[in-house]
């Protein structure tokens, strides 16, 4: 029954939106702000992964003894020059040590270790003796 008072919301919410679904989603969540049954038959599907994550997210917090919020109050600006707009975005994308959801503190360094002197001192003998062959 819920899933067809929720389809039931959502071709409404079509309606008034005249068929946009950008618009329609907008109207979907002001109603759910007051209508618990529509929320909840549109999480439904959902729950499992939500609480998953939300319990995830508070162990990872107890075990680093990082309990501040993640959410800034204000919000960044995204930079929309034309130059420049979606660069962080695509360069995140290609990058393997791009953070995955509900696992943003555990994205690893990007900084290099610094080589050990006995690296060291096999790089350049190995380089030595690629001089002295030729």
Known sequence: MSREYAEDRIREALKLAKGNATKAR????????????????????????????AIDRVIYHQATGDESEEIPATPRPLNMEPDTFGKEILKALQSSDTARFGQEGAVPSTKRPKASQSHIDAMKKIAGKKKKDD
Do not use: S, Y
């Open 26 to 53: 907008q109207q979907i969540i002001a109603w759910t702000a007051t209508d618990a049954r529509l929320l909840q038959a549109l999480a439904k599907p959902h729950l499992t992964g939500i609480v998953a994550h």
